[in-house]
């Protein structure tokens, strides 16, 4: 379905005629198709749903990158959170993609059948809101995602300090993009041309936050989500191949800044410590997560309660590790579509409507 307007419909057709053949050109010099990632799920989705994959499949391979937060957590952090679910007087709040996400033994969801207190929130201010009507209880939020969600949870942090709330908790699965880009980059075996860096995640870590990119010297251009934005930057990516010292583009100058949000990064840095943590396919990466800082210490799960999960185990035949590094594409996965459906997800790249796995399987039947 063509979701432009008419006027964004002209002025795509004919930004269509002018790059997609020096799009092409590009390629047919390189004697193969461009291979470029799209870190984010969003924009996965957006070049699925316009048409634009379309227009340039002949002369792009996109591939889809660790940008869906729910992917890329840690197995073990998964086993953790459901483990608390089952601690007496316990109340876990979540975003309602982490509900069907499968650990090692059970999940969320199932966790909640059988009589666990697991509710989904909008926000952790609604998580904070149940805390304060529920006083005996703890409540635990599980802070999952990158620079775009960290700012909100940090805040509710901070608000719970100043209300002296004792029963508030988070435990912070955080996580820093960059770095995750910076492990494919240095990982021999990836030959990615160029990466289209999420719009949202720049909207907080500015054009400036991507300057290890940069020191990379990558093609990397930031990109917005109308379907002229995504034509435009892959064509921008494309002249960044050409030049031999190259810098971050910023392609969506409408809503993200040179410097980002410095109010958010401020809150970030005064409730948050960044910290190596352990990313689902990556293994553990330096400074790439957000820890609860010590003078917010009071508030971190982790320091607060002790859990014993299960032993980690992996679905078996499960590609999401692969898929989130875009080693894999999810149609190579035996079990796409077949044992693994969004009605019954072995893997969260299957769960979440940010994850490779369930947004191929949205598109054209799992063609996309
Ligand atoms: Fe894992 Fe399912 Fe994706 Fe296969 S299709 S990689 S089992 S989530």
Not at 281 to 292: H, K
Not at 340 to 361: H, K, R
Request: net charge neutral.
């Amino acid at each position: 379905m063509n979701l432009m307007a008419y006027r964004d419909q002209a002025l795509f057709a004919d930004l269509r005629q002018r790059m997609v053949p020096r799009i092409e050109a590009k390629a047919e010099t390189l004697g193969r198709k461009l291979r470029l990632m799209e870190v984010c799920g969003t924009h996965t989705v957006s070049f699925a749903k316009t048409g634009v994959k379309q227009s340039l499949a002949e002369s792009v391979e996109l591939i889809s990158g660790p940008g869906c937060p729910v992917c890329v957590t840690d197995q073990t952090d998964i086993d953790q959170m459901i483990a608390y679910a089952r601690l007496p007087g316990t109340i876990i709040a979540t975003f309602g993609d982490m509900m069907k996400v499968p650990g090692s033994t059970t999940s969320l969801y199932k966790e909640r059948a059988a009589g666990a207190d697991v509710r989904v929130v909008y926000s952790p201010t609604q998580a904070l809101a149940i805390a304060r009507a529920n006083p005996e209880r703890r409540v635990i939020f599980l802070g999952v995602g990158f620079e775009t969600t960290a700012p909100s949870v940090a805040l509710s942090i901070r608000q719970a300090k100043r209300e002296g709330l004792t029963n508030y908790l988070v435990y912070s699965a955080h996580k820093l993009t960059p770095p995750a880009l910076q492990a494919l980059v240095e990982d021999p075996a990836h030959q990615l041309d160029g990466f289209l860096l999420p719009g949202h995640v720049s909207v907080i870590i500015g054009r400036q936050g991507w300057h290890l990119l940069e020191s990379l010297n990558q093609p990397a251009v930031i990109g917005g989500f109308e379907p002229v934005d995504l034509l435009v930057s892959v064509y921008r990516i494309v002249q960044e191949m050409e030049r031999s010292e190259r810098s971050v583009i910023n392609g969506y100058p409408r809503i993200v800044q040179e410097e980002g949000n410095r109010v958010a990064q401020a809150l970030l840095a005064e409730v948050f410590t960044i910290a190596d943590t352990p990313w689902r396919g990556f293994g553990a990466l330096p400074a790439s997560g957000l820890a609860i800082a010590p003078a917010y210490q009071a508030f971190d799960a982790k320091a607060a309660l002790a859990v014993e999960p299960p032993p980690t185990r992996l679905s078996k035949g499960c590609r999401c590790g692969e898929v989130v590094k875009g080693k894999e594409s999810p149609l190579q996965c035996a079990l796409f579509g077949k044992a693994c459906t969004p009605e019954n997800p072995l893997g969260p790249c299957m769960v979440s409507t940010e994850g490779a796995c369930s947004i191929y399987f949205a598109f054209a039947g799992g063609t996309a």
